[in-house]
């Protein structure tokens, strides 16, 4: 009796995973987000930003309400943002014209990013906040890079 039930278990044993394979066998192109082999090394498509400078882009669609909305621009030469140069502000710092946008001007930086949350958030100032100082944290410039999966998010349903 001892016998016949380890030769069940150890039949168990050897069956169950191949039973488990042959049924829902994955094939190695189903993987991963590539669509190619998971043994091969693709090299991406190449992909690139707006060449538009400031001032001959279009804004883009917010991805949904509040979202940081993404840059339209190209951002190549100013770009990094360190402590001590900052190019984005020298156009989109101008506490006086917020939440008004012109068209073919920067659109000025809005209420939230002159506002200290933390320690007093209810004053807005007229001075930037650190916590908003390195932009690119949050804004991003968009490239024509094709999605890797189908997008179907819509913030209205
Ligand atoms: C030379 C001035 C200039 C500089 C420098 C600049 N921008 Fe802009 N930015 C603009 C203008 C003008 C627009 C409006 C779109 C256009 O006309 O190209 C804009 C649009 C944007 C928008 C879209 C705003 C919206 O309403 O949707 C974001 C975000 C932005 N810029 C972020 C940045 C960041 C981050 C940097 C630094 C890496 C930067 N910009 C540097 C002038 C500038
Ligand atoms: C911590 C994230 C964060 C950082 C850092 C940040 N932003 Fe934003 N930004 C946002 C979000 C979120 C919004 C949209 C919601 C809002 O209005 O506060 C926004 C909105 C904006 C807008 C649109 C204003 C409008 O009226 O439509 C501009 C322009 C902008 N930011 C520029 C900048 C620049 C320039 C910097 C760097 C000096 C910067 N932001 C840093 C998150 C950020």
Known sequence: MK???SVFIVTLFF???GMALSGNA???KDMGLSKT???????????????????????LPRAYPDAPPQIP???????PVTAKSNMCIGCHNNPSMRGKTVKGMATPMPESHYTDRRHAPDKVTDQLIGARYVCTQC????????ELVDNTFDDKK
Not at 73 to 79: A, G
Not at 139 to 146: E, L, R
């Open 15 to 17: 069956t169950l995973p």
């Open 73 to 79: 621009h190209n951002i190549d030469s100013f770009k």
């Open 3 to 5: 016998n016949t039930i």
């Open 26 to 28: 994955v094939n190695d």
């Open 139 to 146: 804004h991003v410039p968009q490239s024509d890079a094709k």
């Open 37 to 59: 082999s998971v043994f091969d090394t693709p090299t991406p498509e190449p992909f690139k930003y707006s060449d538009k400078f400031p001032g001959t882009s279009q804004v």
